[in-house]
């Protein structure tokens, strides 16, 4: 079965770059949601996505945006990279059809930021 | 506050034992609950949901409980064998807009030969 894909896998910036984050649902899944996963810390929500328009916001920095494209699939734009930006960045896609739908998490993005 | 909390916060247990992970949440309004397990630098994947009305819900080796009285939820896993080692996340959905996750902080599970 298709899982929630997620690119690049492994990424190493500098500080001050920019960095971009992909993120692929399940077919037929219309919301997607971005954690972000800092060493031997639980995932904090970042922001979610249902059919194209922001329906949650979390604990996103404002150096931080995202969207979610026609075909569903979504991209964090990480600007002024820091390096307490360095963490496990995770998306996960739902399918809005009914109530408490799972959410299926990708393998996550592993961000360096030197 | 929405809160999850986890404990023990790490465990290391022979291959072959029982154990027992316990969660404690004040998310309200409550929609459900998931067991999630968490290879090191992977994504979570979910063992069990659990809803206001369900005590206990197993899974293979994994069985867990809820009491939605007393806001808790353990995670029993019988027989462990050394591929259980991994983190153990129990994370709460709040009935309410988006069911964002509310996540715990984690038990870190080893499991030795």
């Known amino acids: 079965a298709a899982g929630v894909i997620q690119s690049p896998r492994h990424l190493i910036k500098e500080k001050r770059e920019t960095a971009t984050l992909k993120c692929y649902p399940i077919?037929?899944?219309?919301?997607v949601y971005w954690y972000q996963q800092g060493p031997g810390q639980d995932p904090q929500f970042l922001i979610s996505f249902y059919e194209k328009m922001q329906s949650d916001k979390g604990s996103i920095p404002d150096r931080f945006s995202a969207q979610q494209f026609s075909d569903y699939h979504s991209e964090l734009n990480m600007s002024s990279l820091e390096l307490g930006d360095s963490a496990l960045y995770f998306c996960?896609?739902?399918?809005?059809?009914?109530?408490?739908?799972?959410?299926?998490f990708g393998p996550g993005t592993r961000l360096t930021v030197l | 506050k929405n809160q999850v909390e986890q404990s023990p916060q790490s465990l290391i247990i022979l291959e072959g034992k029982n154990c027992t992970l316990q969660c404690n949440y004040t998310v309200s309004p409550f929609s459900n609950l998931r067991w999630y397990k968490q290879d090191t630098g992977r994504g979570p994947v979910s063992l069990t949901i659990?809803?206001?009305?369900?005590n206990t819900k197993s899974n293979g080796r994994y069985t867990a409980t809820l009491d939605a009285d007393t806001k808790q939820s353990s995670l029993h896993i019988t027989a462990s064998q050394l591929s259980d080692s991994a983190s153990y996340i129990c994370?709460?959905?709040?009935?309410?807009?988006?069911?964002?996750?509310?996540f715990g902080t984690g038990t870190r599970l080893k499991v030795l030969a």
């Open positions: 659990m809803t206001f009305s369900e």
């Open positions: 994370v709460v959905s709040a009935a309410s807009g988006t069911y964002k996750y509310i």
């Open positions: 996960a896609s739902r399918m809005d059809s009914r109530f408490g739908n799972e959410q299926f």
């Open positions: 077919p037929r899944h219309d919301t």
